[in-house]
């Protein structure tokens, strides 16, 4: 008999849902929220009521694309924890209703364990032990995962996360919200080695991006003559903006190589620290060009398996939460009616 899974994803400004058979995604619509552009970043009263606009439709277009009728699910499968708490509330209670009204077990899912597991969606696969480094909006960990059921952060952001780096950059750049993808388009034509940005200096797996933030604001403030602060050297806005447009692409470039390596140095150690070989990224900032290309290539060298997810798997998407339900489903890994929704999740 086939198991047979729906999934609901709400954690931040996506509104997603997906089918699964037997580990298998047969669908995985995502509902954006272009509503958050104009404020430049996501406004979490505005993401809320987004997701209850969006959420019938999105698991109405998942069941019917995957030629699913609502008697045909074994569980519902739902973002738990941890994100912004009024858009988990809204999977949440969406997925508690269906579970009841279907009489189906509901299972309980960790959104940044989700994220690691999405490398189980497609093959090549992970064996077990592997570790991830999942780069997201909120976080930045290495995962060391030693089955779909135990997993360990091993080192994580003691300040910003990667993708809030590149957001971050991209608004000083006067890019619109959410600047990594642009970040990455732009830097595509640049140069990475015009600009140098500090790595810093943080002992163990754990990392920091918010001195780099900083460095990139000063060097914008006074039109890439330093990058620290120095009143006597501030630029006009003019001075700034020019100077912005004449290297942009190289700014992104040197940028975004520098948050790559900040975060494959801290990967290298954890692999010789681990001796594990089985190494894969995750998270919305794994769709990053820069960052896919240089994993590889590190991957090669350092005679490492590497695996990524496929792009629609990467950000934020239901896929990697019916996948995760899956495994839970199969050690019958069940929650009550009475979960409720958490902002932030212990592992
Ligand atoms: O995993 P995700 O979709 O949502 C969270 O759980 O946070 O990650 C979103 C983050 C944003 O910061 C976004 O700018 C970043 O992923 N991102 C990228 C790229 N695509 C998405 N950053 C750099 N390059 C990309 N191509
Ligand atoms: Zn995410």
Known sequence: MATTILAIESSCDETSASICVDGSILSNHIAGQAIHEKYGGVVPELASRAHMQNILPVV?????????????????????????????????????SLALALDKPLIAVHHMQAHVLANLIDDPKPSFPFLCLTVSGGHTQIVLCESAAKMKVLGETIDDAAGEAF??????????YPGGPLIDKYAQQGDPKRFSFPEPKIPGLNFSFSGLKTAVLYFLQNAGTSQVYKEEFLASEEEKQQFITENLEDICASVQQRIVSILLNKLQTAAIQTGIKEICIAGGVSANSGLRKAFKELGEKKNWNTYIPAFQYCTDNAGMIAVTGYYKYMAKDFSDLSVTASARASW
Not at 167 to 176: E, Q, R, S, V, Y
């Open 167 to 176: 957001d971050k950059t991209a608004k000083l750049l006067g890019l619109p």
């Open 60 to 96: 109405s277009e998942a069941l019917k694309t995957a030629n699913c009728r609502l008697d045909d699910l074994d569980a519902i499968a739902f973002t738990q924890s941890p994100g912004l708490i009024g858009s988990l509330l809204v999977g949440t209670q969406f997925a508690k």
